[in-house]
């Protein structure tokens, strides 16, 4: 009884030579069993937001496994909520009498608590409880004997899901704010956000996402351009020239595809594309296309030759150019780290530097995401996949969310359905809302090679049946890392130092996983630390980097932009280049 679209006699059945080696092979299942079990999965998973319970499971039974065999640390976490208990209850009898400092203060991100309304009585005092509470809970599965370092941090993180869900201020009775808004408003506050709070639960259940506030090629993604490729998995666009001449090399632009393209092409006046045409840059972009069901198979090596490659015989004959300047961002790096390791082993020489936009090549350290990735969660993850042939937006967009709930959902349902505030939108925010799917095939692939088996890292990652290895790199490279990205952290983005004996730029910038890229010059707040390491220069840790490293302030884009000059080439007259598809941003940025 094989499902429809199912391959048949296994998970991910190919040829035999597909799977043989060091490469990652899938448990040998029966068929009728396999649709079953996936079936199942897939059901489940619609309640849990495709989360394993059985990996939360194994994670608290670890703890209190560990716990129950560990006196002194239960003497010591008796001890901890003894002492929060009796600081609180000094502050709560202090309280009550005079303006006393809290026993503790929010973290610096948490703004929950930040109104003046918060330092009155008794919402101090409750306050304090809930913060006492937090601190207490985020010990708690730390430092526990014997138990394993990626349990400690999912019961962390369930425990943070929990507390953040029953705080004060997410309750109009607990929440001062809320209720001075109200008397305020006479309740109008509430009525309003109730029926916001419908009308959005009503799309959800149709399916219809909110339309976004920018739309490509109206509000954003206006660089003048045009199509001059399009295959099954990707459109190329190429910009048009703003210079009297360009430098003689182009630059490759790949994107993630876990999101649309135009991040690097926002606003005019935040358009990273623009600024790189405007100093003479000849920029080609890959636009991915927005996957379906019929896309299931498509795998990372696809990926690759319909995209990276792809893209590269096209600009060589589009130009007459014999190389190429590339650079990746997310996902996009990796891919195009893959393509650049798989091109050196070929001793094909067309690209003149790489640069990796917060990208990732090893994965011991992946950050926050290391949460949803053991064979637990991606084997359910996996079978909700198979049951539709594609990760769904909101899949993804619900696991991003979790990692940052306070912001991302306690947050907006305070502002959103008591206060009645309204969106205050973004052309950054509207692109983020602005998702894409991804391929069954393909995010298998890269969950199981990549964040589970660090192939790519380990040398172990097959191209054409014959492993890569980033050694065989030998062009320049730019890496850039954000000091507060909790996608790819940046000290996870510094290893491509370890793993390449090319010549390393790394930029470490202000900011976040999408902010701190998109960071033109003049904003406000933005700094950089830069330095160059020769492949014979010696090791130096992050931390030490970091330390000795001075600090510059602006943004990081001209350091780029300087440093890409470099490789980019005499100064040409603009290449006449094809008639063209059509205008940029093409077809498939507009697919729902």
Not at 55 to 79: G, M, R
Not at 129 to 146: I, K, M, N
Not at 353 to 380: C, N, R, Y
């Amino acid at each position: 009884m094989n499902q429809p679209g199912f391959p048949p006699g296994g998970v991910h059945e190919r040829d035999a030579s597909d799977w043989q080696g060091t490469r990652h092979r899938y448990p040998e299942v029966e068929p009728d069993h396999a649709g079953i079990d996936l079936a199942l999965q897939a059901w489940l998973g619609r309640f849990t937001g495709q989360v394993s319970p059985a990996a939360l499971a194994v994670a608290w039974f670890d703890w209190c496994t560990h716990l129950a065999f560990s006196p002194n640390k239960q003497a010591e976490l008796a001890f901890q909520a003894m002492s929060s208990s009796m600081r609180w209850l000094r502050y709560a009898a202090g309280a009550a009498l005079a303006d006393v400092a809290g026993p503790v203060e929010p973290l610096a991100q948490d703004k929950r608590f930040a109104d003046p309304d918060w330092q009155r009585w008794p919402w101090n005092v409750l306050s304090q409880g809930f913060l006492l509470q937090q601190q207490w809970w985020h010990r708690a599965p730390r430092s526990v004997r014997g138990m394993s370092r990626h349990h400690a941090d999912v019961a962390t993180f369930v425990a943070r899901q929990l507390l953040d869900g029953v705080a004060p201020s997410n309750y109009v009775l607990t929440n001062p704010v809320v209720q001075r808004v109200s008397f305020e408003r006479g309740g109008m506050n509430l009525v309003a956000g109730s029926w916001r709070a419908l009308g959005e639960a009503w799309r959800t259940v149709l399916g219809k996402p909110p339309a976004p506030h920018f739309r490509p090629g109206q509000d954003v993604a206006l660089t003048p351009g045009k199509v001059v490729l399009r295959n099954r998995l990707m459109e190329l666009l190429r910009y048009d020239p703003a210079t009297p001449q360009v430098h003689a090399t182009p630059l490759l632009v790949v994107p993630a595809w876990i999101m649309k393209y135009y991040i690097l092409d926002l606003s005019p006046h935040n358009s990273l594309v623009r600024y790189l045409v405007e100093h003479g840059h000849t920029v080609y972009m890959i636009s991915w296309k927005n996957p379906s069901g019929v896309d299931r198979e498509l795998g990372l090596d696809d990926y690759r030759r319909l995209g990276v490659n792809a893209a590269l015989d096209a600009i060589v004959r589009d130009t007459g150019a014999p190389r190429v300047n590339a650079c990746g961002y997310c996902l996009g790096g990796t891919l195009l780290a893959i393509a650049a390791a798989a091109m050196a082993r070929e001793r094909d020489r067309r690209l003149a530097s790489l640069t990796l936009l917060a990208g990732q090549v090893d994965f011991t350290e992946p950050g926050e995401l290391s949460l949803f990735v053991d064979e637990s969660e991606i084997s359910f993850l996996e079978a909700s996949m198979w049951s539709q042939g594609y990760l769904e937006t909101r899949q993804m967009a619900g696991a991003f969310q979790l990692l940052r709930s306070n912001d991302l959902v306690w947050s907006r349902r305070l502002r959103h359905y008591l206060l009645d505030l309204p969106d205050q939108q973004t052309d950054l925010m509207s692109w983020n809302a602005d998702a894409t799917r991804m391929p069954y095939r393909m995010h298998t692939e890269y969950l199981r090679r990549l964040f589970l088996k660090n192939d790519l890292a380990s040398a172990r990652y097959l191209v054409d049946g014959k492993p890569i290895a980033l050694t065989d790199i030998d062009a320049p490279l730019f890496a850039l890392g954000t000091r507060t990205d909790h996608v790819a952290p940046w000290r996870s983005v510094y290893k491509i130092g370890l793993l390449t004996d090319s010549e390393v730029t790394f930029l470490l910038t202000s900011g976040g996983h999408n902010a701190g890229v998109v960071a033109p010059p003049g904003g406000p707040g933005r700094c950089y630390q830069l330095t160059t390491r020769t492949a014979a220069a010696p090791y130096v840790d992050p931390e030490r980097w970091q330390h000795d490293t001075p600090v510059q302030q602006g943004s990081w884009w001209p350091a780029w932009e300087a440093w890409l000059a470099e490789h980019a080439g005499p100064w040409i007259a603009p290449p006449a280049g094809g008639a063209g598809l059509g205008p940029a941003p093409g077809q498939y940025v507009l697919q729902p």
